[in-house]
């Protein structure tokens, strides 16, 4: 048994480790592959090399996996790792602002009592405040509230 196997096993457990905790945090394959190879790799250095190399192998690596956890916790790791633009704009605020009562479109899914409806070749969701309304039937806008739709059918 060499050395390298040992040190290669510790390794690929802290890689899962910071894995688990950056990636796919909580009790998932990743974390228990982790203590597997730390367990693997520190059993393997008791049984072919003794005692002492056994106890400095347990020592260093329960030192790295302290470390790891300290670095990948720090907040400087986690602001490299975030994304730091802001989103500004908000979706559909121009054309639903130019929606007026009285206006007519065609229900593109079936409203029960809300769907999609398009007005002016825009598709946008709406509520029916009468009966539900099958895809394709004409329906006439009655109000907008904020970003709301409401519709009824045209009979």
Same mark, same amino acid.
Request: aromatic share 6%; net charge neutral; proline share 4%.
């Given at each position: 048994?060499?050395?390298?196997?040992?040190?290669?096993?510790?390794?690929?457990?802290?890689?899962?480790?910071?894995?688990?905790?950056?990636?796919?945090? $909580?009790?998932?394959?990743?974390?228990?592959? /982790?203590?597997? #190879?730390? /367990?693997?790799?520190?059993?393997?250095?008791?049984?072919? #090399? $003794?005692?002492?190399?056994?106890?400095? +192998?347990?020592?260093? +690596?329960?030192?790295?996996?302290?470390? +790891?956890? $300290?670095?990948?916790?720090?907040?400087?790791?986690?602001?490299?790792?975030?994304?730091?633009?802001?989103?500004? /704009?908000?979706?559909?605020?121009? #054309?639903?602002?130019?929606?007026? &009562?009285?206006?007519?479109?065609?229900?593109?899914?079936?409203?029960? &009592?809300?769907?999609?409806?398009?007005?002016?070749?825009?598709?946008?969701?709406?509520?029916?405040? $009468?009966? #539900?309304?099958?895809?394709?039937?004409?329906?006439?806008?009655?109000?907008?509230?904020?970003?709301?739709?409401?519709?009824? &059918?045209?009979?």
């Amino acid at each position: 048994m060499s050395v390298a196997i040992i040190v290669a096993l510790i390794l690929a457990g802290l890689l899962l480790l910071v894995i688990e905790l950056l990636i796919v945090p $909580g009790v998932s394959v990743a974390g228990v592959a /982790s203590l597997v #190879f730390f /367990s693997a790799g520190i059993i393997l250095a008791y049984k072919y #090399f $003794g005692g002492t190399v056994g106890n400095i +192998t347990l020592l260093l +690596t329960l030192i790295a996996i302290v470390v +790891t956890i $300290g670095i990948a916790l720090k907040p400087a790791t986690w602001k490299r790792l975030s994304l730091h633009t802001t989103i500004d /704009s908000k979706v559909g605020d121009d #054309f639903i602002a130019t929606l007026r &009562p009285g206006e007519r479109g065609i229900a593109k899914s079936k409203m029960s &009592p809300i769907g999609e409806i398009i007005v002016r070749d825009n598709v946008i969701e709406a509520e029916s405040i $009468g009966p #539900f309304i099958e895809a394709g039937q004409q329906v006439e806008i009655v109000k907008t509230e904020q970003q709301k739709i409401y519709v009824k &059918p045209l009979t």
